[in-house]
Every structure is written in structure tokens, then in C-alpha cells.
């Protein structure tokens, strides 16, 4: 097997992949394509987690293979390990650099066959807890198990043994940098490089766009239109916004809802239980659902205000996407979105939890346009200056540049 090029490639790996969508898979995509761009071959390893995808196919000019185990299922991913291990061997000469996004499962395989071929392995986690395991938690929970409880507790001691052994970890927020070192790895290993937001796409609108989008999507010109994106997961707050939704109702009697986005395939998945309590408690007429979409950026471009209360954030990549939109915000003051905003200048921010407060915060920007006008070009400013996707592709060309031989060899 020969390497099609001198220039060192790059594999990548994601549990799920394009065209699924979410911020960790978005991300993935972002660093790929610009590995592409600045002429560095790339592979991408993911699950086939739809027998309707491709097994092998070229997006953005990246070679994706989707992996077995095949179909929906929680578990399923951990069947990852094995069948990444066997195509990363196979392949060993189309790349030069790993980068796990998202290490919970993938990280396994990418730094064993590190250590087998003495190949630079970067590990990056797409949510807080990927390493210390309290990610797995609400899952977990599912079985009255806890990751710092025996048995879960071994074997994540013992994965860590080998992930440590990575050559670099990336954090994308001074949480999980915080985590990384509170496990004792040095900090030489690990590199701060934020999650990225594509400002040519989520960028404002004029009025008359946006009267246009809002009659494309369904909403009324009289209605005052809050938006969620993201995941739609027990740690996103959603049902304390379901619950406080009323409240807003009772003050703004013309707001509509939308929730953009899907539950997936994690065990954090709560879109049923969301659906159902919207039927039982009549919110039909103003709580609307509209599951995987392709267009997210429409949605906040015709919306009023963004609002995202979620209780535990890597990185608010939703968050800089609104804000990117000039969208004023309404968050929650917890680790990962603290990084993305600066409260009471680019976002209202509020405690976790405190459902009043959402509500007030939510019905202030309905009622004070001058306010949320102001947070929405303050958000504007802010993304591009920091968020951009130029900047942070470019720290990661700089990583691999610096991970890889002068050229792609190979073990054999």
C-alpha cells in the first residue's frame, strides 16, 4: 500500500458523521475540510449509523468511511473499537496524524494503534466528562451504576492509563483544560483551541430576509419567536424550559417556541418525553418541533431570541452560532458557555435552574427591542473576533504541521 501523496495526511474520527448534524459533528467537518483545503489528504472514520449511508464517499473533498456496527442503537458504538482499530492498521499509510473528536470510545483504538505504529495521536473531547467518565453518568444511571463507582470506576481508570498516552489533548474551553489537568496530565500535553462558527454562513439578516424566512418556516409577522438549537438531551435544560414556557405565554401571549434539532443516538436522548409533555400540557399552538434539519441558520435568522439553558457545556458552539446571527441570548451561567459569552454584554445570562429568571430574561428582550438589539451586534462582534473558523483550523494545521515527519512514511 503507497501513500498518494508526500504531504503527511491526516485521519480523523467521529462517532458520527455528516449528514448527521450536531456540534461535535459540525466541528469535525469544520477541520477536516480545511485540512483539505491546505492540501493535507484526509480520511474520516465513522460509524454507519443509517444503512441508507454511504460505506465510502468524498464530502468536501474528504474521503469518509463509515464503519461497522451498522443501524441506530445505543450501544452499538462500542463496537468502534474494534473495527476502527483493523481499517486504522489496514490504512496506516494514508496518514501520518490521529485526531479523535470525541474520545469517550474512539479514543481507544486511535491511541493503541499509536502506540503500535509510533503515529502522533491528538485527542479532543466534544463535551465535558469525556474524561474523568462523568459524561457516561446519565446513562449510566439508567443501570444504578456511576462512573466513580466500582465497577464502572476500573474501567475507566484503565482506559485512561491508555489515553494519557496520547501525544496532545486539545480543549475547546478552559472547563474541560480544567478537567484535563485536575487528572494530572501535564500541561504541556494539552492545547486550548476553541470550537469554530462558520460567520459568512450564521451571519444577520435585514428585516425584509427576515420577514421572508419567518413566512417560508410557518411563523406569523405578530409572533415573538424564542429559538433552541442543539441536542435535544437531558443536559440541555430543555424540560425546565417546556416547564417555564407558560410563564412566558402568561406575559408575552404571541411567543412561539422552536426547537430545532433531534435527540440522536446517545443514552442523554429526551426527545419522546419532551414531545409527550408538550401534548399533555396543550403547548401544540405555541411549542413547535421540527427534528434534524439542515438549515439551523434559517431558524435563527427569523427567530426574536435565542435561548439555550443548558446545565453542563463543553463548549457552546449553539451559542456562538445565535450569536454569530446577531441573536440576543438568554443562557445559563455554567462552564463551556462562560468561555462563549460575556453576561449582561453579549448575553442575558442566568442561573441553572432558576426558571423565573428565564422567564423574565426571556420576556425582557421580547419587550425591549433597544436591548436585544445591542446583545445582538455585541454577540456579532464577539464570534467573529474569536469564533472564527479561519483562526481555529488554522491552530489545528499548526498542531498537525508540527506532529508530523516531513514526509509520510508509513510503518509497514
Not at 482506559?159 to 494519557?164: S, T
Request: with cysteine; charged share 25%; net charge neutral.
Amino acid at each position: 500500500m503507497h501513500s498518494e501523496s508526500r504531504t503527511p495526511g491526516v485521519c480523523l474520527m467521529t462517532e458520527t458523521y455528516h449528514p448527521v448534524t450536531g456540534g461535535g459533528e459540525t466541528q469535525a467537518r469544520v477541520i477536516a475540510r480545511g485540512m483539505v483545503r491546505a492540501g493535507r489528504p484526509t480520511i474520516m472514520l465513522t460509524r454507519r449509523t443509517d444503512r441508507g449511508l454511504s460505506r465510502d464517499e468524498k464530502i468536501d473533498g474528504v474521503r469518509v468511511l463509515r464503519l461497522a456496527p451498522v443501524g441506530p442503537g445505543h450501544l452499538r458504538k462500542w463496537g468502534l473499537c474494534l473495527t476502527a482499530l483493523w481499517t486504522l492498521f489496514r490504512r496506516r499509510n494514508e496518514y501520518a496524524v490521529l485526531l479523535v473528536c470525541g474520545y469517550r470510545v474512539l479514543g481507544i483504538p486511535a491511541v493503541l494503534i499509536s502506540l503500535m505504529l509510533g503515529k502522533p495521536s491528538v485527542l479532543k473531547a466534544d463535551s465535558l466528562g469525556e474524561y474523568s467518565g462523568r459524561f457516561f453518568d446519565p446513562g449510566l444511571s439508567r443501570f444504578g451504576l456511576r462512573h466513580d463507582r466500582f465497577p464502572v470506576s476500573l474501567a475507566i481508570r484503565l482506559r485512561n492509563l491508555l489515553l494519557r498516552r496520547a501525544e496532545r489533548f486539545v480543549a475547546i474551553s478552559d472547563a474541560v483544560a480544567q478537567e484535563l489537568s485536575d487528572a494530572g496530565l501535564p500541561r504541556e500535553k494539552i492545547g486550548r483551541i476553541a470550537n469554530s462558527v462558520d460567520t459568512d454562513v450564521f451571519r444577520p439578516v435585514d428585516p425584509a430576509r427576515k420577514a421572508e424566512l419567518r413566512a417560508r418556516l410557518g411563523i406569523l409577522p405578530e409572533q415573538r419567536v424564542a429559538v433552541f438549537t442543539g441536542r435535544l438531551v437531558t443536559t440541555k435544560g430543555l424540560p425546565l424550559l417546556l416547564a417555564s414556557w407558560p410563564g412566558v405565554l402568561s406575559r408575552c401571549p404571541d411567543s412561539v417556541l422552536l426547537i430545532v434539532g433531534s435527540g440522536g443516538l446517545g443514552l442523554q436522548n429526551c426527545e419522546d418525553q419532551l414531545r409527550d409533555y408538550v401534548v399533555q400540557q396543550s403547548l401544540q399552538d405555541s411549542v413547535r418541533f421540527t427534528g434534524s434539519v439542515t438549515n439551523v441558520r434559517d431558524y435563527l435568522q427569523a427567530a426574536d431570541v435565542f435561548v439555550f439553558p443548558s446545565e453542563r457545556e463543553a463548549f457552546g458552539i449553539s451559542v456562538a452560532e445565535a450569536m454569530a446571527c446577531a441573536l440576543p441570548v438568554v443562557t445559563t451561567d455554567i462552564e463551556g458557555i462562560s468561555d462563549v459569552v460575556v453576561p449582561g454584554q453579549t448575553a442575558s445570562v442566568v442561573a441553572p435552574g432558576d426558571g423565573p429568571a428565564l422567564v423574565d430574561a426571556i420576556c425582557s428582550l421580547f419587550d425591549d427591542e433597544a436591548s436585544a438589539v445591542a446583545l445582538g451586534d455585541a454577540g456579532r462582534r464577539r464570534a467573529v473576533e474569536y469564533f472564527s473558523e479561519t483562526s481555529v483550523v488554522a491552530s489545528y494545521l499548526e498542531m498537525a504541521v508540527s506532529l508530523s515527519p516531513t514526509q509520510a512514511g508509513g510503518a509497514d
